[in-house]
T-cell receptor, first 114, second 111 residues
Framework: DAEITQSPRHKITETGRQVTLACHQT?????MFWYRQDLGHGLRLIHY???????NKGEVSDGYSVSRSNTEDLPLTLESAASSQTSVYFC?????????????FGPGTRLTVL | QKEVEQNSGPLSVPEGAIASLNCTYS??????FFWYRQYSGKSPELIMS????GDKEDGRFTAQLNKASQYVSLLIRDSQPSDSATYLC???????????FGQGTRLTINP
């Protein structure tokens, strides 16, 4: 069955370290998104991509980067982790069709920055 | 004004009753509307989508859309304890392919 996976599911790191969170989907969706979810803030968009080699900043992109070298993967990199980036991170994908923007979410990665 | 607004709750409903969840949005050209359910510690799960004015029913769930009032709602009939979760409203704007999410409403169904 087609699916979307994230790894690792849990990560503890130290301030200043570089961290990469993986997201992989097998639906062949054009669009992929990264969100963070914190109490009191709901889901906030970090970065998104509408296809290979395309990346765009979301509302909370500072300190994060993404690259899209193939359809299936959109890794999220924290260049120098900060305690404020402790959060639950969700990856999502959608087909990219004009009439269908339903997004499907991965299981999430819980990141703790000490 | 937030783009998508929901009452954060908690909303408490007795088992077997109708739960009514509401969402308003600010962008008049919004085109697609979605309801997600999120259990504690889990990822959001799509339960309903609606694209045109009126009602859309799927089992115990009914989504209602009123574009003139910029209002979308979700009704859950015969509420069950397993419906206890946070419900997220999401809206897509014409020409864009990203969604804007509300903060979510926490729903508790009391046995």
């Amino acid at each position: 069955d087609a699916e979307i996976t994230q790894s690792p599911r849990h990560k503890i790191t130290e301030t200043g370290r570089q961290v990469t969170l993986a997201c992989h989907q097998t639906w062949n969706h054009n669009n992929m998104f990264w969100y963070r979810q914190d109490l009191g803030h709901g889901l906030r968009l970090i970065h998104y991509s509408y296809g290979v080699q395309d990346t765009n900043k979301g509302e909370v992109s500072d300190g994060y980067s993404v690259s899209r070298s193939n359809t299936e993967d959109l890794p999220l990199t924290l260049e120098s982790a900060a305690s404020s980036q402790t959060s639950v991170y969700f990856c999502a994908s959608s087909p990219g069709l004009a009439a269908n923007n339903e997004q499907f979410f991965g299981p999430g990665t819980r990141l703790t920055v000490l | 004004q937030k783009e998508v607004e929901q009452n954060s709750g908690p909303l408490s409903v007795p088992e077997g009753a109708i739960a009514s969840l509401n969402c308003t949005y600010s962008d008049r050209v919004s085109q697609s509307f979605f309801w997600y359910r999120q259990y504690s510690g889990k990822s959001p799960e799509l339960i309903m989508s609606i694209y045109s004015n009126g009602d859309k029913e799927d089992g115990r769930f009914t989504a209602q859309l009123n574009k003139a009032s910029q209002y979308v709602s979700l009704l859950i009939r015969d509420s069950q304890p397993s419906d206890s979760a946070t419900y997220l409203c999401a809206v897509n704007t014409l020409g864009a392919q990203k969604l804007v999410f509300g903060q979510g409403t926490r729903l508790t169904i009391n046995p």
